[in-house]
């Protein structure tokens, strides 16, 4: 089926259906299910047909989770109207097409009015609650015992800390995994509590340090993405610095404002930042070198991948058990709870 022919088989909506009472979560939208209601716009695209005439593609999420949204009438206008973060009013119809996928075929679309929705039901968030992820957080930096490497880690997870207030509420990506509000918290902890159960058995490791770099590896993200939960996006800095540089430069400057910080320690834990992709065509400007780049390597790309499946799982229509590709995962995603 071409392009073209998917556009007309999702070209129009069934009268028959008939309307929902209220908005129904994404997560919970099943196919031929009518649509109304509130959502926010992740994603926009204004795509050509073959004869040339517009058409636009949306992704639209809520706290459940996101879907795809077509629609092929008055396509440029409906373009500058869905700016991304904006909260829009879909009506339309769930579909889910095996070799296309869910989508929601738009009949109309329009601004939504401020009391039509919370905002909160709209931003995807994590299902560990800030406090939970804070404590344990605090009960992990208690077991660094190095002087120098508590200095630093209290610079920037000290109650008091500026980009403790932006950490703490900093999403992980834009859409790979823990794309929510403190998304990067709970990546961070999940990364770090690994690091610091796995140095335990392998030899030659210092598990502080190892701790430390991962605490500190993802730090640039809270410059490089913004503060709207309803739309993640990277920031000025972060598409022309990148979240490593910007991480790096934020920790050494810090470490420079620590009277008689260890050249060394500090060579160390800056090593883990920017090598801790794993590889140059991934976006480190060095590969790592250490036992404990490499070990802060490997459960962050295992925490990231890992993640992923949170991500499918939430935009898998009710029923399913089998992803579409994903690009994360470079194939697809089974959930065997699901079939069992």
């Given at each position: 089926?071409?392009?073209?022919?998917?556009?007309?088989?999702?070209?129009?909506?069934?009268?028959?259906?008939?309307?929902?009472?209220?908005?129904?979560?994404?997560?919970?939208?099943?196919?031929?299910?009518?649509?109304?209601?509130?959502?926010?716009?992740?994603?926009?695209?204004?795509?050509?047909?073959?004869?040339?005439?517009?058409?636009?593609?949306?992704?639209v999420g809520d706290a459940t989770g996101s879907a795809e949204a077509v629609c092929w009438e008055e396509a440029e206008a409906l373009y500058a109207l869905c700016c991304t973060g904006s909260?829009?009013?879909?009506?339309?119809?769930?579909?889910?097409?095996?070799?296309?996928?869910?989508?929601?075929?738009?009949?109309?679309?329009?601004?939504?009015?401020?009391?039509?929705?919370?905002?909160?039901?709209?931003?995807?968030?994590?299902?560990?609650?800030?406090?939970?992820?804070?404590?344990?957080?605090?009960?992990?930096?208690?077991?660094?015992?190095?002087?120098?490497?508590?200095?630093?880690?209290?610079?920037?997870?000290?109650?008091?800390?500026?980009?403790?207030?932006?950490?703490?509420?900093?999403?992980?990506?834009?859409?790979?995994?823990?794309?929510?509000?403190?998304?990067?918290?709970?990546?961070?902890?999940?990364?770090?509590?690994?690091?610091?159960?796995?140095?335990?058995?392998?030899?030659?490791?210092?598990?502080?340090?190892?701790?430390?770099?991962?605490?500190?590896?993802?730090?640039?993200?809270?410059?490089?993405?913004?503060?709207?939960?309803?739309?993640?996006?990277?920031?000025?800095?972060?598409?022309?610095?990148?979240?490593?540089?910007?991480?790096?430069?934020?920790?050494?400057?810090?470490?420079?404002?620590?009277?008689?910080?260890?050249?060394?320690?500090?060579?160390?834990?800056?090593?883990?930042?920017?090598?801790?992709?794993?590889?140059?065509?991934?976006?480190?400007?060095?590969?790592?070198?250490?036992?404990?780049?490499?070990?802060?390597?490997?459960?962050?790309?295992?925490?990231?991948?890992?993640?992923?499946?949170?991500?499918?799982?939430?935009?898998?229509?009710?029923?399913?058990?089998?992803?579409?590709?994903?690009?994360?995962?470079?194939?697809?995603?089974?959930?065997?709870?699901?079939?069992?």
């Open positions: 089926m071409t392009e073209q022919t998917q556009i007309e088989a999702f070209a129009s909506v069934d009268p028959a259906v008939p309307e929902p009472l209220g908005r129904i979560p994404l997560g919970e939208l099943e196919d031929g299910q009518r649509v109304s209601g509130v959502y926010a716009v992740r994603e926009r695209e204004l795509r050509r047909k073959r004869n040339g005439d517009p058409w636009l593609r949306l992704s909260a829009v009013h879909v009506s339309g119809v769930f579909e889910v097409s095996e070799r296309w996928g869910a989508k929601i075929k738009i009949s109309s679309i329009r601004a939504a009015e401020a009391h039509e929705f919370e905002a909160d039901d709209l931003a995807t968030g994590s299902d560990v609650s800030l406090d939970q992820l804070e404590g344990k957080l605090r009960e992990l930096l208690e077991t660094v015992q190095s002087p120098q490497l508590r200095q630093l880690l209290d610079h920037f997870f000290g109650p008091e800390s500026e980009t403790w207030q932006r950490f703490s509420v900093a999403p992980a990506a834009k859409t790979y995994h823990q794309a929510y509000r403190h998304g990067l918290l709970e990546h961070t902890l999940s990364v770090a509590q690994a690091v610091s159960a796995a140095a335990n058995f392998f030899p030659g490791i210092d598990r502080e340090v190892a701790v430390t770099g991962a605490l500190l590896h993802d730090i640039g993200k809270c410059l490089a993405y913004n503060n709207d939960p309803l739309a993640i996006d990277l920031t000025d800095a972060g598409r022309l610095q990148g979240e490593i540089p910007l991480g790096y430069y934020k920790v050494r400057r810090a470490i420079e404002d620590l009277p008689g910080f260890d050249p060394h320690l500090a060579q160390c834990v800056l090593h883990i930042i920017l090598s801790h992709h794993g590889s140059l065509e991934h976006g480190s400007p060095v590969v790592p070198a250490t036992r404990e780049a490499v070990l802060v390597h490997m459960i962050d790309n295992l925490g990231g991948r890992l993640g992923s499946f949170d991500r499918i799982e939430k935009q898998l229509p009710a029923g399913e058990v089998w992803s579409g590709f994903d690009r994360a995962l470079s194939g697809s995603a089974f959930f065997a709870q699901r079939a069992a």
